[in-house]
């Protein structure tokens, strides 16, 4: 006969009180780490305090661990416009990609991969412009992680993207923006893709458009989840050019990802962004 053990009620307090604080303190955290929420649901004279805060829980977090492992490999989506090159918006040009070898120690399609149009021109958006970045049916706990991922991309590459929150359907699929939808996509039958994106492609490798399609039920709730985060940003990551690096290796843009979710960029993923970015 298997009976009950009796829990001391001291302990049992103490459960009570760890899974209330932990969900409140990941939550603002994830605020704390992200200037548009702070600008969003924070007091002005609390901004500072609060930021701080986040900046702490970033640095615990630590580089490529986390809580949960991840489920299901990452998917992608890339697709050319052709016809006549429209009229280049901002500060761009052609970048051939043989002006841009490789440092030594990083290896091309293993550490880092772009997207080549033609085996020449490295696909690439504008620098000076305005790349607002819409959400559409977010679930709970997903657009802190989404704001996230949009200013720590914005700060590796120089590109100047922008979390513009909730969009409306003008926005969705606009060209200059890029459009993260939570919901369904052709490539989800199969059960170990949890997100797909890319960049729409004009001639010569330029970039005007981007769009990401996340799986909901691999968002988690609680902001500031390693699966949820790593999800967000190697989708991003892909919409603005960045291709697969390697499986199983240290680089967000793992083709598979390893036992821990990458939060944190390897440096495969810094030259990749340094190829496609404005730095």
């Given amino acids: 006969m298997k009976t009950h053990r009796t829990v001391p009620s001291g302990l049992t307090l103490l459960a009570y009180l760890v899974a209330f604080a932990v969900p409140v303190v990941l939550g603002v955290a994830a605020v704390g780490s992200s200037p548009y929420l702070l600008s969003k649901v924070v007091p002005e004279e609390h901004r500072e305090t609060v930021a701080s805060f986040g900046t702490a829980a ?3 977090s630590g580089a490529g661990g986390g809580l949960f492992s991840p ?15 429209v009229a280049h918006e901002g500060e761009w040009s052609p970048r051939l990609a043989d002006d841009y070898p490789a440092p030594e120690g990083l290896v091309p399609g293993v550490d880092f991969a772009v997207e080549i149009v033609d085996d020449t021109y490295i696909a690439h958006w504008p620098c ?3 790349v607002p970045v819409w959400s559409f049916d977010a679930p709970p706990g997903s657009e802190a992680d989404l704001a996230w991922a949009v200013e720590t ?9 922008r979390y513009a929150g909730p969009g409306s359907e003008e926005d969705r699929e606009s060209r200059g ?11 989800f039958h199969n059960a170990e893709v949890a997100g ?15 769009s990401v399609t996340l799986r909901p039920d691999q968002i ?39 036992p821990d979710p990458q939060m944190h960029l390897g440096t495969g993923d810094r030259f990749a962004l340094h190829l496609v970015g404005c730095h």
């Fill in 58 to 60: 970033a640095s615990l």
């Fill in 71 to 85: 489920a299901a490999e990452i998917g992608e989506q890339r697709y050319t416009i052709p016809g006549t090159p």
């Fill in 128 to 130: 000076r412009h305005d």
């Fill in 153 to 161: 991309l914005a700060s590796a590459s120089g590109l100047a993207l």
């Fill in 177 to 187: 923006a890029i459009s993260v939808t939570y919901g369904d996509h052709p490539m």
């Fill in 196 to 210: 797909v994106g890319g960049p729409a492609i004009w001639p010569e490798g330029l970039i005007l458009q981007g």
């Fill in 220 to 258: 988690s709730p609680v902001p500031g989840d390693p699966w949820s985060r790593a999800l967000t940003m190697h989708e991003l990551m892909h919409a603005v050019g960045v291709d697969h690096a390697a499986r199983h290796s240290r680089e967000i843009m793992a083709e598979r990802p390893g």
